[in-house]
Structure formats: structure tokens, C-alpha cells
């Protein structure tokens, strides 16, 4: 009898993960109950300045690890600081600041002995050894975007839009620069900089620690837009600086004031407000000049500008220009030796690594071939090597790679197939790897400049796939007319190959992002349709990033119509698969995406049975100046063409069901596009569906993001899972 007693516990053992752990489907309320959940895990690290030790946050804690021991340990609580900061006063209204400015809440003093921690609008210092804390600022009105100087002395920021510079050892404070305002920014950007040309910080320390260089931002010139809060008893004003194609950009000024203070010397960088944009800017390496990377409005010229400090004398280092466009990314890094300096260009039609020199020459191309640097991760002068993260393995990749200073063959550091994302410590001995694949979540490795794993410092989060049946996702490869394109399909829960399947296309098309990707796509709503027997479709057309410029650029002066051409291509391959009901095909987007949900409708009645269009541009002219004048030109020079790719007057060819959903007071894409869209579609009889939100962003988060998930969901059950109506061929 005991004997069956153990046996039958022995089989109840082992049958019990699939008894009571079998793996549940996703539904909507499993997701969001999935994502609401608190997990308190390492955060990327920040590195001190030796390359040995990096910061990291654990949830309120502030930890420090020690990479040749392999050893973390707890130096602060954060909320203790958080607690004792004397947070400015709630905001009137809104003050519309770009998501993309970027200002470090925790940085190492230049010694590696302190961290300047920000939070609540106040500034602490930590002392990295026993975790001691000390406040520095206790002001109500914020300290913004602080920094250390080199020497570590003093340290930078700016508040109610003037620079000062804060000597903590003394507690003295200077103010550097006068007459600040909501619409004269001293060392702080307007909207439009960061947002489209990733300019996220307006100021530099000189590396001698004597200056400070900064931009100066009157954005007084630039058109408002006329948001309103509308939730409360009475409507609030909360108008936004915000420039739209062919309108006023900021007047930019690049100045240099001493950090001791006094005058500021200014510097002639041509007329900002019609002619020019300032992309890049910062000191070279003696202190003795400064630099500009200066485009024309419509970005297809690039000069790279020295100004020498004492004399104002100015030169052009050198030149680039396209047929196109020239994209700006990352910044320039300069060498010890204070002449030369490593970017990148697309000069040769895939983003590649230079060496330039401030002497004038021409610069040396150090990588070359079909694919494409997306990052330079650090530079080993010691042993002369560049460290960069690249597609040449494959564009659906990023890998970790090598090559000398002088150039030549490069290695690959970073194996296993997948994504991988970098972060290189200082002097280039370690870094770490951020690794995921599509069925495989991100895990954060630390490893040696030669790859070999020193150990774990983020495990994978394998919660969703333990607790979930999550579906695979696969890579198809589409081609139109010669062009390998690369999408992403995900077949519905209990696939049946004989039967055939409503159809969700995700889709964004646009410039700057690449969807489809060998990496961790994360617990997505896209599970949802799946398994709730949805074909998932989702493809990456010419024009978006990754692929090299000769990829992107056909969308030159006609957004949506290459994009509209090679989406079709995509859906008529998956037709072809037999699989999906060609008459229950349904698209959606958000941004970008919105703008070709509709644009899918519209241009292409009757292959799309339903859209749900998020945030749609629906007219350039209505978009931002910076990012619409790099792909369509001015308005006054390519007006046919605005007027071609403008969507309300197709309104009556909407044969689809169709809800627009949106911010009232999206900064980003204005809520005038859907506006427009509206009374064009009510003029035309058509009968559509609305959702508005009153979040004061681009995105959706919280609550309101849950919401609109059902919203969606229920609107592609009303209308894609009814019987099949028409073939929906794709012309």
C-alpha cells in the first residue's frame, strides 16, 4: 500500500507542471494584468570614468559593481533623496517638452569618487564608497541638465532657462547668463531640435574646464499651436511653440561664456530661422575652438565648421552633400591626439565609420560594404580599435564588432544569432551585452573587449514564456520587382494550413525605424489576435531604416506612395500563402503607421476591409518643419506633391470600415490632422468610427492605453470576423 502510495504521488509529480502549469493563452486581460505586474531588475549600467566599476539602479537603490571581483553591492536608497528634494511647483499648464531631450539623473564626477544624482528638480552628490549623501540644491525652481565639469570642480546646468555653474566643495553658485525666458532658452533646446535631428542637450563644458559653449534657443518667432486642456471646469490655453513645413524654425545662437563668469562671445552661424540647422556642435579637444555641424534647411548639404574662441575666426573642415538627404547620426569622436576624430557617413550609400582630421584632408573610410554602423560603442586608442555595432552579418541583426584606427578587416566579437545592444565601458576592457533573439528574451552579459563572458548581470525574463503559449513569430522574405523586402508573420493559435484566416497588418513605413527584427518583440498585443485567430502580418517597405540610404530614399519628395507599393506586394505574397481571407484583410498603425493605415484605405479601397489609424498624419504641411523638409522639400518648391500625398481630399474613396483614434493635445502629430480628416470624411457621407484621448503626448500610456487596446480589439471582431465578403484582390 505505500508502495501505491508513492508511486501514484510520484506520478502526480511529475504530471503536475501539466496539470496546473500548462501555459495560457494571451488575452488582453492576461496581457495587461501581465504587464502591471512589479519586477525589480538591474538597470543598464553607468560606468566610472576607470572602466572597472559601473552604477546601476535596482529599483530604489542605487547599487555599484565591482567587474574584476564580479562582486554588487547597495551604496544609497534613492528615495531618501527623492524624499528630500524640494520638488518646483506643480505646472499651470503644459510646457511641451520633447521627449528626446536628454539629461542624465546619475553621472560619476570626473575622479570616479562621487555621483551627481538628480531628482525632483534638485541635485545630491554620493560618495561611492559608503553610499553618504549630501544635498547641493534646494531650490524651487528646477535644476536641469547638470553636468560635471572635466576638472570636476564644478558643475553645470540651467534653470528658468539661464546657465549656471555650481562649485559644490564651496557652495558657490555663478550665473553665467542673463534674460532668460519660456522663449529665450540658454542652453536648452526648443522643441523641434530634439525631436528630429536627436540634438537632446544645448550646452558643453570646455575640456579645460574654463567655458562653457552653449546654444541659445529664441523660439519667440516660431508659430503656436493652440492646444487646450479641456478636462476640467474651464478650458485652459496651453499653446506650443511648434514649426511646421516651410514655417519659422528657432533663432539659434552658439555662443561661449566663461565659467567664472561674464560676457558671452558669440559666434556667426548663419540664419537659423530660414536657411540653417545646427545638428551638432561641442569643443574640439585643445579648448581652443569650438565646432558646428551645420545643415541647409532641406539637410541634403552638411558642413562640419570650427570657430577658433579668441579670434571668432571660422573654417570649414568639410563638406557633404546628397541627391537626397544627409541623416545625421551619432556624434563625432575625437582622438588623443586632438585632430583627428571618428564618425560616420553615408557618403558611399551605406552608413560607414570616417576618420576626419581638423587639418581639412579628405576623410579616410575605415569600413565599407553592403550594411550598415548603427553605433560607435568606444574607441581603445591603446590598442587602436574602434568598436562599433553594424548589420553586416544581417540587416535583421546588430552585432559587436572591431576595427583598427587606420582601418582593415574587422572582427566580430558578439556571436549567437539575434540583437545585440552594447554599452562599452571606458578605455573599451569590458562591456555590456544586451542579447535577444525573436523566441529568445534579452539577456544582459558582461563581457571582455574579446567577447569572452566574465558573467550574468541580467537573466532573461522568462515570465511571459513560462506562462504563456506564446506563438512564433517568422521572418518572410518578400520581393517586388527585384527588392528584397522583410516582414515579420505570426499564424494564429491551432493553425490549420486548409483554412482560411482574418488578417491584422501592423504597419509603420516610415523613415528612422526598422520593425522587423531578429530580437525579443516583448508580451505584445500582436499574441492577442493571434491567438485570437488572427493572421498577424507586419513588413518593413523601402523607405524605412537599416537597409542603407539607396533603401530609404526612394520615398524622396512623395511619402506614401513607395510604401503603399511594396505594402501591397506584401499582402499579396501572404494571399498567395492560401492561408488568409483575402476579404477580411484589416491594417493599423500610429504615427507614421496612421498616416499609412489611411493612406492604405484610401489609395487602395477595397483591399482592406477595416483600419484603425492611430495619431495619422493625414497632410505634411501639418507636420514639423525639420523632419517634412528632409523628405518632401519646402512646400513653396514641391507644392504638387504636397497636395498629392495629402489624404482628406481622398476621403470618398473610403469603402473600409474605419475609427481614428488620437490625442487631443498630441504635440507631436496635431490633432489638426485628424480634424481635417473628419470633416473631409463627414463631407463625403462616409460613416466612420472616433476615439479621442486627452493625454498630452504622442503615445498612450496607463489606463487610457488599456482602453484603447479593447477598442481596437472589439473594432476588428465587429468587422473581420463576419463571413467573408468580395475577393479583396490587390491590384
Known amino acids: 500500500m505505500r508502495k501505491l502510495i508513492l508511486a501514484a504521488f510520484c506520478v502526480f509529480v511529475l504530471c503536475a507542471p501539466v496539470l496546473f502549469g500548462q501555459r495560457k493563452p494571451v488575452t488582453l486581460e492576461a496581457l495587461h494584468e501581465f504587464r502591471g505586474r512589479p519586477r525589480e531588475v538591474p538597470g543598464d549600467p553607468i560606468w566610472a570614468p576607470d572602466g572597472k566599476v559601473f552604477a546601476y539602479r535596482q529599483g530604489k537603490r542605487l547599487m555599484l559593481y565591482d567587474v574584476p571581483s564580479k562582486h554588487s553591492r547597495e551604496i544609497a536608497a534613492l528615495e531618501a533623496m527623492d524624499n528630500a528634494a524640494l520638488a518646483p511647483p506643480a505646472l499651470e499648464r503644459n510646457n511641451w517638452e520633447n521627449r528626446r531631450v536628454d539629461e542624465a539623473d546619475i553621472q560619476w564626477d570626473p575622479a570616479g569618487r562621487e555621483l551627481l544624482y538628480a531628482t525632483n528638480g534638485d541635485l545630491f552628490l554620493i560618495d561611492a564608497r559608503d553610499g553618504a549623501w549630501r544635498q547641493i540644491t534646494k531650490t524651487r525652481a528646477a535644476e536641469r541638465d547638470p553636468k560635471f565639469s572635466p576638472d570636476g570642480k564644478r558643475i553645470g546646468f540651467y534653470r528658468d532657462w539661464d546657465l549656471y555653474a555650481l562649485d559644490p566643495a564651496a557652495g558657490k553658485e555663478t550665473r553665467l547668463t542673463g534674460g532668460g525666458s519660456e522663449t529665450l532658452r540658454n542652453g536648452a533646446t526648443d522643441w523641434v531640435y530634439p525631436e528630429e535631428l536627436e540634438l537632446g542637450t544645448a550646452y558643453w563644458w570646455s575640456p579645460d574646464s574654463r567655458s562653457i559653449a552653449y546654444l541659445q534657443f529664441d523660439i519667440s518667432g516660431e508659430p503656436l499651436y493652440p492646444h487646450s486642456d479641456l478636462r476640467g471646469a474651464r478650458a485652459i490655453a496651453e499653446p506650443q511653440r511648434y514649426p511646421r513645413a516651410g514655417e519659422n524654425n528657432p533663432s539659434v545662437r552658439f555662443g561661449v561664456v566663461p565659467a567664472n563668469g561674464g560676457n558671452t562671445k558669440w559666434f556667426d552661424v548663419g540664419d537659423t530661422v530660414n536657411r540653417y540647422l545646427i545638428a551638432r556642435a561641442g569643443w574640439t579637444p585643445n579648448s581652443k575652438s569650438i565646432f558646428a555641424v551645420r545643415t541647409n534647411r532641406i539637410q541634403n548639404e552638411l558642413e562640419f565648421l570650427t570657430f577658433e574662441t579668441s579670434s571668432g575666426k571660422a573654417s570649414t573642415i568639410y563638406k557633404e552633400s546628397d541627391l537626397y538627404w544627409v541623416n545625421v547620426e551619432g556624434s563625432p569622436v575625437f582622438l588623443k ?113 574579446d567577447g569572452a563572458e566574465i558573467g550574468v548581470h541580467r537573466p532573461a525574463d522568462r515570465r511571459s514564456q513560462e506562462g504563456f503559449e ?262
Open 337 to 449: 591626439d586632438g585632430r583627428r576624430f571618428v564618425w560616420t557617413s553615408e557618403r558611399d550609400g551605406f552608413r560607414h565609420l570616417y576618420l576626419y582630421s581638423l587639418d581639412g584632408g579628405a576623410p579616410r573610410q575605415l569600413t565599407r560594404g553592403p550594411w550598415h554602423v548603427s553605433a560607435i560603442s568606444g574607441i581603445d586608442e591603446t590598442a587602436s580599435r574602434i568598436y562599433y555595432v553594424s548589420t553586416e552579418a544581417s540587416p535583421l541583426e546588430r552585432h559587436l564588432y572591431s576595427v583598427a584606427v587606420d582601418g582593415g578587416t574587422p572582427r566580430r566579437i558578439t556571436g549567437g544569432a539575434g540583437s545585440h545592444r552594447v554599452s562599452m565601458a571606458p578605455g573599451c576592457a569590458y562591456f555590456l551585452d544586451v542579447h535577444s533573439a525573436l523566441q529568445s528574451p534579452p539577456v544582459a552579459t558582461l563581457r571582455t573587449s
Open 470 to 731: 506564446i506563438l512564433p513569430a517568422e521572418i518572410v522574405e518578400v520581393n517586388n520587382g527585384g527588392v528584397t523586402l522583410y516582414a515579420s508573420l505570426i499564424k494564429p493559435a491551432g493553425f490549420d494550413a486548409s483554412k482560411k484566416y482574418p488578417v491584422i497588418v501592423n504597419v509603420y513605413g516610415g523613415p528612422h525605424v526598422q520593425a522587423v527584427r531578429n530580437a525579443w518583440p516583448g508580451l505584445t498585443v500582436d499574441q492577442v489576435y493571434a491567438h485570437a485567430g488572427y493572421v498577424v502580418w507586419q513588413m518593413d517597405n523601402r523607405g524605412t531604416a537599416g537597409r542603407g540610404h539607396a533603401f530609404e530614399s526612394p520615398v524622396y519628395r512623395n511619402l506614401g506612395a513607395v510604401e503603399l507599393e511594396d505594402q501591397l506586394a506584401g499582402v499579396r505574397q501572404l494571399l498567395a500563402m492560401g492561408f488568409a481571407d483575402a476579404g477580411r484583410i484589416g491594417v493599423t498603425g500610429w504615427s507614421y503607421g496612421g498616416f499609412m493605415t489611411l493612406n492604405m484605405l484610401l489609395n487602395a479601397p477595397g483591399v482592406f476591409r477595416a483600419g484603425f489609424a492611430g495619431a495619422p498624419v493625414t497632410n505634411w504641411l501639418n507636420y514639423d518643419s525639420i523632419y517634412t523638409e528632409r523628405y518632401m522639400g519646402l512646400p513653396k518648391d514641391n507644392g504638387t506633391a504636397y497636395g498629392n500625398t495629402a489624404l482628406a481630399g481622398k476621403a470618398g474613396n473610403l469603402k473600409g470600415a474605419l475609427m481614428l483614434v488620437h490625442n487631443l493635445e498630441d504635440d507631436n502629430v496635431l490633432f489638426q490632422n485628424s480634424m481635417q480628416m473628419i470633416d473631409a470624411l463627414q463631407s463625403a457621407g462616409k460613416q466612420f468610427e472616433m476615439m479621442l484621448y486627452p493625454q498630452k503626448s504622442h503615445g498612450l500610456s496607463g489606463f487610457a492605453s488599456r482602453q484603447m487596446d479593447h477598442a481596437m480589439f472589439n473594432f476588428f471582431e465587429r468587422h473581420l470576423k463576419a463571413k467573408s465578403v468580395g475577393s479583396g484582390a490587390v491590384e
